[in-house]
């Protein structure tokens, strides 16, 4: 019996933390871009912290956005910026 109750909750244990890692899509309207916090302010109030190392397009307050992010240490990670028009 052990030998069926391990694997499983590995099993278990590894689907749900891949949850917790998958990226997720929000759409918006900037509201601020601060450029040297590398943060993105959407008009509902949602801030996205943008990868120091990545390239983004101009940025500006008004711009329609797409973003992919990613919840980690309880913040919304940018991971790809796309401006819509």
Do not use: E
């Not at 030998?3 to 278990?12: E, F, L, R, S, T």
């Amino acid at each position: 019996m052990r030998k069926i109750i391990v694997p499983a909750a590995v099993a278990a244990l590894l689907v749900t933390s891949s949850l917790a890692f998958a990226s997720t899509n929000s759409v918006g309207t900037i509201k601020a871009f601060d450029s040297k916090a590398m943060t993105v302010t959407l008009q509902d109030g949602t801030m996205f912290y943008l990868n120091k190392s990545a390239k983004y397009p101009d940025l500006k307050s008004g711009q329609k956005v797409s973003i992919s992010w990613t919840m980690v240490n309880k913040q919304h990670d940018a991971d790809k910026i796309k401006v819509l028009n």
